[in-house]
Protein backbone atom coordinates (compact mmCIF):
# COMPACT_ATOMS: atom_id res chain seq x y z
CA UNK A 1 0.00 0.00 0.00
CA UNK A 2 2.99 2.45 1.02
CA UNK A 3 4.82 2.10 -2.28
CA UNK A 4 1.50 2.24 -4.44
CA UNK A 5 0.70 5.73 -2.76
CA UNK A 6 4.45 6.83 -3.63
CA UNK A 7 4.09 5.81 -7.09
CA UNK A 8 0.90 7.75 -7.14
CA UNK A 9 2.93 10.48 -5.54
CA UNK A 10 6.00 10.02 -8.10
CA UNK A 11 3.73 10.19 -11.11
CA UNK A 12 1.52 13.50 -9.46
CA UNK A 13 5.11 15.35 -8.99
CA UNK A 14 5.90 14.35 -12.18
CA UNK A 15 2.86 15.85 -14.11
CA UNK A 16 2.71 19.28 -11.76
CA UNK A 17 6.57 19.16 -13.19
CA UNK A 18 5.54 19.15 -16.49
CA UNK A 19 2.42 21.41 -16.77
CA UNK A 20 3.96 23.94 -14.15
CA UNK A 21 7.65 24.54 -16.48
CA UNK A 22 8.45 26.90 -18.58
CA UNK A 23 7.73 26.42 -22.12
CA UNK A 24 11.09 26.59 -24.53
CA UNK A 25 10.77 26.84 -28.19
CA UNK A 26 13.84 25.42 -30.32
CA UNK A 27 16.23 27.78 -30.91
CA UNK A 28 16.38 29.36 -34.74
CA UNK A 29 19.27 28.81 -35.67
CA UNK A 30 20.96 26.93 -38.81
CA UNK A 31 23.59 24.21 -38.71
CA UNK A 32 26.97 24.52 -41.14
CA UNK A 33 29.49 22.38 -40.39
CA UNK A 34 33.17 23.12 -41.05
CA UNK A 35 34.81 19.83 -41.59
CA UNK A 36 38.33 18.64 -43.33
CA UNK A 37 37.07 19.00 -46.55
CA UNK A 38 35.19 22.12 -46.08
CA UNK A 39 31.68 23.18 -44.81
CA UNK A 40 28.42 21.13 -45.35
CA UNK A 41 24.78 22.34 -44.06
CA UNK A 42 23.33 20.73 -42.09
CA UNK A 43 19.12 20.33 -42.33
CA UNK A 44 17.97 19.99 -38.78
CA UNK A 45 14.84 21.17 -39.63
CA UNK A 46 12.16 20.52 -41.93
CA UNK A 47 8.40 19.21 -42.75
CA UNK A 48 7.37 16.12 -40.52
CA UNK A 49 7.11 12.71 -42.58
CA UNK A 50 3.52 12.00 -43.74
CA UNK A 51 3.05 9.23 -41.26
CA UNK A 52 3.43 12.80 -38.56
CA UNK A 53 2.15 15.21 -39.65
CA UNK A 54 -1.17 15.51 -38.04
CA UNK A 55 0.78 15.13 -34.44
CA UNK A 56 3.92 17.26 -35.62
CA UNK A 57 3.79 19.16 -38.22
CA UNK A 58 7.42 20.75 -38.44
CA UNK A 59 10.41 18.16 -37.07
CA UNK A 60 13.47 19.67 -35.26
CA UNK A 61 16.41 17.77 -34.69
CA UNK A 62 17.54 17.86 -30.92
CA UNK A 63 20.46 20.45 -31.45
CA UNK A 64 17.48 23.49 -31.51
CA UNK A 65 16.88 22.06 -28.26
CA UNK A 66 20.62 22.59 -26.71
CA UNK A 67 22.41 25.90 -25.03
CA UNK A 68 24.21 27.93 -27.58
CA UNK A 69 27.69 26.47 -26.08
CA UNK A 70 26.35 23.00 -27.05
CA UNK A 71 25.42 23.99 -30.21
CA UNK A 72 28.12 25.61 -30.92
CA UNK A 73 30.53 22.31 -30.26
CA UNK A 74 29.26 20.79 -33.15
CA UNK A 75 29.98 23.28 -35.57
CA UNK A 76 33.48 22.58 -36.10
CA UNK A 77 34.60 19.10 -36.23
CA UNK A 78 37.86 20.29 -34.34
CA UNK A 79 35.79 21.41 -31.41
CA UNK A 80 33.33 18.16 -31.66
CA UNK A 81 34.72 16.53 -28.67
CA UNK A 82 33.02 13.10 -29.90
CA UNK A 83 35.51 13.14 -33.45
CA UNK A 84 38.03 11.44 -30.74
CA UNK A 85 36.20 8.70 -30.87
CA UNK A 86 35.59 8.42 -34.28
CA UNK A 87 38.95 8.38 -35.35
CA UNK A 88 39.70 5.66 -32.22
CA UNK A 89 37.30 3.89 -34.89
CA UNK A 90 39.27 4.78 -37.64
CA UNK A 91 42.57 3.04 -35.88
CA UNK A 92 40.29 -0.39 -35.34
CA UNK A 93 38.82 -0.25 -38.92
CA UNK A 94 42.37 -0.52 -40.16
CA UNK A 95 43.45 -2.74 -37.55
CA UNK A 96 44.26 -6.57 -38.49
CA UNK A 97 42.61 -7.53 -35.69
CA UNK A 98 40.81 -10.82 -37.11
CA UNK A 99 41.89 -14.66 -36.50
CA UNK A 100 43.39 -14.74 -39.69
CA UNK A 101 44.73 -10.85 -40.20
CA UNK A 102 41.36 -9.84 -41.50
CA UNK A 103 40.45 -6.33 -40.97
CA UNK A 104 37.69 -4.12 -41.84
CA UNK A 105 39.43 -2.04 -44.43
CA UNK A 106 40.76 -5.46 -45.91
CA UNK A 107 36.93 -6.36 -46.96
CA UNK A 108 35.63 -2.81 -47.41
CA UNK A 109 38.10 -0.71 -48.21
CA UNK A 110 38.16 2.74 -46.37
CA UNK A 111 35.15 3.95 -44.01
CA UNK A 112 33.78 6.01 -46.94
CA UNK A 113 32.31 2.66 -48.48
CA UNK A 114 30.01 2.85 -45.70
CA UNK A 115 28.28 5.77 -46.97
CA UNK A 116 24.67 6.03 -47.14
CA UNK A 117 24.25 2.85 -44.46
CA UNK A 118 23.53 5.15 -41.49
CA UNK A 119 20.71 7.11 -43.57
CA UNK A 120 18.87 3.89 -44.20
CA UNK A 121 19.14 2.26 -40.92
CA UNK A 122 17.46 0.23 -39.21
CA UNK A 123 16.40 -2.18 -42.09
CA UNK A 124 15.30 -5.41 -42.89
CA UNK A 125 17.79 -7.60 -44.39
CA UNK A 126 16.71 -8.94 -47.38
CA UNK A 127 18.43 -12.24 -46.71
CA UNK A 128 17.37 -13.05 -43.78
CA UNK A 129 14.55 -11.20 -43.03
CA UNK A 130 15.78 -9.61 -40.10
CA UNK A 131 15.18 -6.18 -38.35
CA UNK A 132 19.17 -4.86 -38.26
CA UNK A 133 20.57 -2.10 -37.12
CA UNK A 134 24.22 -1.07 -37.82
CA UNK A 135 25.49 -2.84 -34.23
CA UNK A 136 24.33 -5.87 -36.01
CA UNK A 137 26.02 -5.65 -39.35
CA UNK A 138 29.57 -4.88 -37.25
CA UNK A 139 28.84 -7.53 -35.04
CA UNK A 140 28.25 -10.34 -38.06
CA UNK A 141 31.91 -9.03 -40.06
CA UNK A 142 33.57 -9.48 -36.31
CA UNK A 143 31.82 -13.09 -35.87
CA UNK A 144 31.74 -14.30 -39.34
CA UNK A 145 34.57 -12.53 -41.21
CA UNK A 146 36.99 -12.24 -38.45
CA UNK A 147 36.53 -15.25 -36.12
CA UNK A 148 36.06 -12.84 -33.18
CA UNK A 149 33.63 -12.88 -30.00
CA UNK A 150 30.68 -10.79 -30.66
CA UNK A 151 31.05 -6.48 -29.66
CA UNK A 152 29.16 -5.62 -26.75
CA UNK A 153 26.26 -3.51 -28.39
CA UNK A 154 27.16 -0.55 -25.83
CA UNK A 155 30.91 -1.00 -25.59
CA UNK A 156 33.69 1.07 -26.37
CA UNK A 157 34.85 -0.25 -29.36
CA UNK A 158 31.12 -0.91 -30.91
CA UNK A 159 30.40 2.58 -30.40
CA UNK A 160 33.90 3.78 -31.97
CA UNK A 161 32.95 2.33 -34.76
CA UNK A 162 29.34 3.50 -34.59
CA UNK A 163 30.69 6.91 -34.69
CA UNK A 164 32.81 6.23 -37.20
CA UNK A 165 30.26 4.65 -39.39
CA UNK A 166 27.62 7.50 -39.16
CA UNK A 167 30.32 9.82 -40.17
CA UNK A 168 29.91 8.54 -43.63
CA UNK A 169 26.88 9.39 -43.91
CA UNK A 170 27.03 13.09 -42.35
CA UNK A 171 24.64 15.33 -44.35
CA UNK A 172 22.30 12.64 -46.20
CA UNK A 173 18.84 12.41 -45.27
CA UNK A 174 17.67 10.06 -43.39
CA UNK A 175 15.00 7.78 -45.10
CA UNK A 176 14.54 4.89 -43.50
CA UNK A 177 11.81 2.23 -44.76
CA UNK A 178 8.60 1.74 -42.97
CA UNK A 179 6.52 -0.28 -45.43
CA UNK A 180 6.96 -3.60 -47.04
CA UNK A 181 9.01 -6.26 -44.76
CA UNK A 182 9.36 -3.42 -42.21
CA UNK A 183 5.67 -2.72 -41.77
CA UNK A 184 5.50 -5.27 -38.98
CA UNK A 185 8.57 -3.96 -36.93
CA UNK A 186 7.82 -0.60 -37.58
CA UNK A 187 3.82 -1.33 -35.89
CA UNK A 188 5.57 -2.30 -33.18
CA UNK A 189 8.16 0.28 -32.26
CA UNK A 190 5.12 2.47 -32.71
CA UNK A 191 3.47 0.54 -30.78
CA UNK A 192 5.92 0.97 -27.54
CA UNK A 193 6.40 4.70 -28.22
CA UNK A 194 2.75 4.91 -26.66
CA UNK A 195 3.17 2.52 -24.33
CA UNK A 196 3.48 3.56 -20.26
CA UNK A 197 6.38 1.88 -19.01
CA UNK A 198 7.20 2.03 -15.10
CA UNK A 199 6.11 3.47 -12.10
CA UNK A 200 5.91 6.20 -13.07
CA UNK A 201 3.62 4.95 -15.83
CA UNK A 202 4.99 7.09 -18.58
CA UNK A 203 5.94 6.61 -22.36
CA UNK A 204 7.94 8.47 -25.11
CA UNK A 205 5.21 10.02 -26.28
CA UNK A 206 4.72 11.43 -22.99
CA UNK A 207 8.17 13.58 -23.13
CA UNK A 208 8.85 13.86 -26.41
CA UNK A 209 5.44 14.61 -28.03
CA UNK A 210 3.12 15.60 -25.16
CA UNK A 211 5.04 17.76 -23.85
CA UNK A 212 7.95 18.69 -26.41
CA UNK A 213 9.93 22.27 -25.40
CA UNK A 214 8.80 22.01 -21.71
CA UNK A 215 11.41 22.63 -18.77
CA UNK A 216 11.58 18.66 -17.12
CA UNK A 217 14.06 20.07 -14.01
CA UNK A 218 17.17 21.62 -16.17
CA UNK A 219 16.40 19.54 -19.06
CA UNK A 220 14.75 20.94 -22.77
CA UNK A 221 12.63 18.47 -23.65
CA UNK A 222 13.05 17.64 -27.71
CA UNK A 223 10.92 15.85 -30.02
CA UNK A 224 13.24 12.84 -29.32
CA UNK A 225 15.06 13.02 -32.73
CA UNK A 226 17.79 10.24 -33.15
CA UNK A 227 19.20 11.89 -36.70
CA UNK A 228 22.57 13.40 -34.18
CA UNK A 229 23.05 9.58 -33.06
CA UNK A 230 25.62 8.95 -32.00
CA UNK A 231 26.27 12.00 -29.95
CA UNK A 232 28.54 13.15 -27.38
CA UNK A 233 27.01 13.21 -24.63
CA UNK A 234 28.71 15.89 -21.89
CA UNK A 235 27.01 14.98 -18.98
CA UNK A 236 28.54 10.89 -19.78
CA UNK A 237 31.78 12.54 -21.34
CA UNK A 238 31.97 9.74 -23.59
CA UNK A 239 29.85 8.81 -26.99
CA UNK A 240 26.02 7.40 -26.90
CA UNK A 241 24.37 5.59 -29.17
CA UNK A 242 20.33 5.42 -29.66
CA UNK A 243 19.86 2.11 -28.12
CA UNK A 244 22.04 3.23 -24.96
CA UNK A 245 19.75 6.15 -24.22
CA UNK A 246 16.43 3.90 -24.66
CA UNK A 247 18.02 1.56 -22.29
CA UNK A 248 18.04 4.83 -19.89
CA UNK A 249 14.71 6.46 -20.85
CA UNK A 250 13.08 3.44 -19.89
CA UNK A 251 15.22 2.70 -16.40
CA UNK A 252 14.09 6.37 -15.95
CA UNK A 253 10.36 5.29 -15.72
CA UNK A 254 11.54 2.94 -12.83
CA UNK A 255 10.61 -0.22 -15.42
CA UNK A 256 12.74 -2.84 -15.82
CA UNK A 257 14.24 -2.09 -18.99
CA UNK A 258 14.72 -4.39 -22.34
CA UNK A 259 18.56 -5.00 -23.41
CA UNK A 260 20.02 -2.83 -26.16
CA UNK A 261 20.32 -4.60 -29.15
CA UNK A 262 17.05 -6.65 -28.20
CA UNK A 263 14.29 -7.13 -30.81
CA UNK A 264 11.53 -4.30 -28.90
CA UNK A 265 14.73 -1.88 -28.92
CA UNK A 266 15.70 -2.09 -32.76
CA UNK A 267 11.90 -1.86 -33.40
CA UNK A 268 11.58 0.78 -31.43
CA UNK A 269 14.87 2.40 -32.84
CA UNK A 270 13.24 1.71 -36.74
CA UNK A 271 10.02 3.83 -35.74
CA UNK A 272 11.73 6.84 -34.18
CA UNK A 273 14.31 6.88 -36.55
CA UNK A 274 11.27 7.39 -39.45
CA UNK A 275 10.19 10.51 -37.44
CA UNK A 276 13.09 12.03 -38.65
CA UNK A 277 12.59 11.12 -41.78
CA UNK A 278 14.03 13.92 -43.41
CA UNK A 279 16.28 15.38 -41.24
CA UNK A 280 19.79 15.10 -42.24
CA UNK A 281 22.07 12.83 -40.45
CA UNK A 282 24.41 14.58 -38.49
CA UNK A 283 27.17 11.89 -38.13
CA UNK A 284 28.13 12.86 -34.81
CA UNK A 285 25.91 14.94 -32.34
CA UNK A 286 26.85 16.67 -29.52
CA UNK A 287 24.33 17.29 -26.37
CA UNK A 288 24.49 18.17 -22.75
Known amino acids: MRSHIATLAASAALGLALTGAAVADPVEDSLTVITEDGELEIVTRTAAP ?31 PGMVFADRGHDNWNAEIGTGGESCASCHGGPESMKGLRAVTPRVDAKTGKLMIIEDYVNACVTERM ?8 GDK ?27 FWEKGKE ?3 TRYGQLEMSCANCHEDNTGQMIRADHLSQGQISGMPVYR ?11 RFVGCVRDTRAETFKAGSDEFKALELYVASRGNGLSVEGLGVRH
Open 50 to 80: DHLKDVLPTIYSGWHYREDETRALQRDDFDN
Open 147 to 154: GLEAWGVT
Open 158 to 184: MKDMLALISLQSRGETVNVAIDGPAAP
Open 192 to 194: MYY
Open 234 to 244: LKDAGVVSAQQ
